[in-house]
């Protein structure tokens, strides 16, 4: 089964190209021009046309974070504002390093899972992330978490064991996640249970790695609730270890934030706090793909880092001193440095600070403070964007199936409304998801508005698109000959089942995944005392370009540059196509449908209907993944323009 995307949260935002071209979707501006930068990023790629105008608050103990990267390394070729690569990352996670060390403080390199299922590099290769996990290594992480789409399939989840936790060793935590073990036939973790470890300057750490209670994973897996995790004896002896622990820091694949969003954060809190009433807990969330800071209480915050290479998250704290911690640096002087108490009238000691930095090389060298400095390229970042760049041949990835003429979003636009993808995903399924002997037999097509992952934008459509815009491989099955009053509301069924029934039938709401911010819900932030860093103010004579407009626990001042926001609108959570109507309402028709809501549908369409009605609609092999670039193979709208196309 593959996921109906993430939870629903209160208050999603996202993200739209710079470029946003769909009437609608976007302010107008003024006429932008793009300088490509060939031998930065990757070749073809777009360098952001403005940046970030502020230093970063930099504390006693620092984080870098990414999560939800899905196989996006070589960044967004088509989007201005995350041109950057995954050697341009290397680059600047080395320099912050050293800087970190030169100020006398400690920065966390830290990643929260989801590694593929989501663009071509990871996803054209079997396994997933065969390639792509090559890369991703290049970047020195501190600490890392396992992600739900690391455990759908066995193949990927053995992966992980064999690999992933073999190459990170006790940096890799996964406190809920187990696996069985091929030889002894014993369920084992897949990677560390906890990490309690002493920093450079001394601060003496105990981690943990949560997943959020994911119930679709493959049955050679196990993920533990984590209401189970917190009662078992490994994690009381952990909460009670006998060296000090200065400060716990919880990553994972959860939402960053509790109430409805389906996070067990608060549980690992409540379990925590129950033996520590005042150590710092840090958490570090994902999987909803959103940037996103939630305070918890006076000593403990949750940062979400958004998603497929779009956003760096960036956290610091300070208030680390002889009677709390081991902490031996010091207060890094000559840059800003957090000020803000977590919660109104704190008498905490500790301050922070957070920031969302786009993923482009002008933010990267920004901040590295290399703006006019050529020695910001370093030899393994230099290397690792030549391995990208090799690699993406080597599996044919810029292969052109068609040019696609306009911007079609997921939900910028109306559901119904020409600049929406769904319209057009309709015609797709009803143009190509065909069994030739039942051709002229009217069918209904119903797929997930959560299979399909991202927009589609104006310009080639690759072979990478087609794992960007729809990565899964959910195949196609059909009941036929099914009345046309019965057949004719399954869609409305399907969309108008209450949330309670739609976990019931193992998914989970769409991703809102662009345009809408977060509600402020913490009410003891004290924002009166937010505090404005130093400025480091360039002239920039440029328009502000649609992106992330994110409100969160503190405010609206955590987006690292300025955008304009972006209209949302929402999607049902099922679509269909319609073909072979030659009445507007025949006797019977053929239900076709993704293979993971089988009962699901036989539950709607009544006793009348059974397992043995159902069977494969083309063929196994033809899956969600394939009818995209099929449809845009054989459309002459696509094909119009091939030999003249290029992103603009």
């Given amino acids: ?84 690569d995954w050697g341009d990352f290397v680059t600047f996670s080395t320099h912050f390093k050293h800087q970190a060390g030169d100020m006398g403080v400690d920065l966390l390199i830290v990643d929260t899972g989801d590694l593929h299922d989501g663009a071509g590099l990871s996803d054209a290769t079997t396994p997933d992330g065969k390639i792509s996990m090559k890369i991703f290594d290049k970047v020195e992480y501190d600490l890392l978490a396992i ?12 992966q992980a064991l064999n690999e992933i936790s073999t190459y990170w060793g006790e940096r890799y935590l996964t406190s809920n996640v187990q696996i069985l073990n091929q030889q ?106 959103i940037r996103d800071f939630a305070v918890f209480d006076s000593s403990s915050t949750s940062l979400e880092s958004g998603r497929y290479c779009e956003t760096l998250g960036w ?106 993808i769904f319209p057009l995903l309709s015609d797709a399924l009803a143009e190509t998801v065909v069994n030739k002997s039942r051709k002229d037999i009217p069918r209904y097509i119903i797929a997930n508005t959560g299979s399909v992952r991202f927009d589609m934008y104006k310009g080639p459509f690759t072979y990478d698109d087609q794992f960007i815009v729809s990565p899964f491989t959910d195949s196609f099955l059909y009941i036929p000959e099914v009345p046309y009053a019965l057949a004719s509301s399954l869609l409305g069924s399907l969309n108008n089942a209450g949330a309670s029934q739609k976990r019931n039938l193992g998914i989970m709401p769409v991703e809102r995944d662009v345009c809408v911010d977060p509600p402020l819900r913490n009410l003891e932030v004290r924002h009166e005392e937010q505090h404005v860093s130093p400025r480091i103010t360039r002239r920039q004579a440029v328009d502000i370009v649609p992106g992330y407009t994110t409100s969160d626990d503190f405010g609206t001042d955590g987006d690292d540059t300025a955008h304009s926001s972006i209209p949302y609108y929402e999607i049902p959570d099922f679509f269909q196509g319609k073909g072979s109507f030659e009445s507007s309402q025949p006797d019977s028709v053929d239900v076709v449908f993704v293979d993971f809501i089988e009962s699901d549908v036989l539950a709607i369409l009544g006793s009348d209907f059974t397992s043995n009605n159902v069977s494969y609609y083309i063929d196994a092999n033809f899956t969600t993944r394939d009818y995209l670039p099929l449809y845009v193979k054989n459309s002459e709208v696509f094909q119009a323009g091939l030999s003249n196309c290029t992103v603009t």
Avoid at 26 to 36: F, K, L, N, Q, V
Avoid at 147 to 158: C, K, M, P, R, S
């Fill in 1 to 84: 089964m593959r996921p109906f995307s993430s939870y629903l949260l209160l208050g999603i935002l996202g993200i739209v190209p710079s470029s946003l071209a769909c009437s609608g979707c976007s302010d107008s501006t003024s006429p932008i021009e793009h300088i490509r930068h060939v031998k930065r990023m990757q070749p073809g790629a777009i360098n952001a046309t403005y940046g970030p105008t502020r230093a970063l608050e930099w504390g006693q103990l620092n984080f870098l974070h990414t999560t939800d990267t899905h196989g996006w390394l070589e960044g967004h070729l088509k989007e201005a504002n995350y041109g950057a």
């Fill in 147 to 158: 992600g739900n789409h690391e455990l759908y399939l066995a193949d990927v989840a053995y």
């Fill in 184 to 289: 002894t036939g014993e369920w084992q973790y897949i990677g560390k249970t906890q990490r309690y470890f002493t920093t450079q300057n001394g601060l003496r750490v105990m981690a943990f790695g949560v997943l959020f209670d994911f119930t679709g994973n493959t049955n050679v897996t196990k993920v533990i609730p984590a209401k189970t995790m917190v009662t078992q004896q490994w994690f009381q002896d952990a909460l009670n270890h006998p060296e000090p622990v200065d400060i716990f820091i919880v990553l994972g694949h959860n939402p960053a934030r509790g109430g409805n969003t389906g996070s067990t954060f608060p549980i690992v809190f409540d379990a925590i706090r129950a033996v520590h009433s005042y150590t710092p807990i840090q958490f570090l969330g994902g999987h909803s793909h």
């Fill in 315 to 420: 956290l610091s704290m300070s208030g680390f001193d002889a009677t709390n911690s081991g902490f031996s640096g010091i207060n890094p002087a000559g840059v800003p440095n957090p000020t803000r108490k977590a919660t109104q009238n704190s008498t905490s000691p500790f301050r922070y600070s957070r920031r969302y930095l786009d993923w482009n090389r002008r933010t990267l060298e920004y901040h590295a403070a290399t703006w006019h400095d050529q020695s910001f390229h370093s030899n393994s970042g230099l290397a690792t964007t030549a391995e990208i760049a090799k690699y993406r041949q080597q599996l044919n990835l810029s292969a052109m199936y068609g040019c696609v003429p306009q911007d079609y979003c997921m939900t910028c636009a109306p559901f119904n409304s020409s600049g929406n």
